[in-house]
């Protein structure tokens, strides 16, 4: 996929960062299903165009849907942000091994180290869900200024410098500035 086309973008997990990301998804110009673990956070995003419990007073773009089931919002996807809190994220990879399809691309922007085997976010997606590239998205950021469209830069890892650059672009917004690097491990 070249960088002007547009993605399908699943988000997974609604709290203030998946929130966020999925905002600035949608101004690069992609369609964008958000996955919140509460069933009344993805009814008030989609009645309400706002995350009241993570991120109020922050106006979503009315063409974010908004569900909680994690396979409704990757089926069809093209990139999958994997957003969800660090002791979750292999629950939740494991819920969506039959609705990604093979190949599409994990970026992972949840930070941390699982408990219990020690795995960085990255290779714990990898063993969960092999067969797909996996990227990393981070950088000093907070959620709040995310949202509101305040100058922020992150960096998106990939082992592949081709589908990380397209990735980056994708995810390149006048205020939000990604930056490719190879380094998946940090």
């Not at 989609?46 to 908004?66: K, M, S, V």
Request: glycine share 10%.
């Amino acid at each position: 996929m070249s960088p002007t086309e547009p993605f399908r973008v699943a988000v997974i997990g609604a709290g203030a960062w998946g929130t966020a990301l999925a905002a600035v998804a949608r101004r690069a110009g992609h369609a964008v299903t958000l996955q919140a673990h509460e069933p009344e956070v993805a009814a008030a995003i989609n009645d309400r165009q706002e995350n009241p419990l993570y991120l109020p007073g922050i106006a979503l773009d009315p063409t974010i849907r908004a569900t909680a089931d994690p396979a409704d919002a990757a089926a069809g996807a093209t990139m999958v942000l994997l957003v969800a809190p660090a002791q979750h994220l292999r629950a939740v990879c494991g819920g969506l091994a039959r609705a990604v399809a093979p190949g599409t691309p994990l970026v992972v922007c949840a930070k941390g180290i699982e408990i219990g085997t020690g795995l960085l976010m990255s290779d714990l997606v990898a063993q969960v869900l092999p067969g797909h590239p996996v990227a990393v998205l981070s950088g000093p950021t907070f959620a709040i200024e995310v949202a509101r469209q305040q100058p922020t830069a992150v960096t998106l890892a990939c082992a592949d410098a081709a589908r990380g650059a397209t990735l980056a672009a994708a995810l390149n917004t006048r205020a939000f500035r990604v930056y490719r690097g190879s380094d998946v491990t940090g």
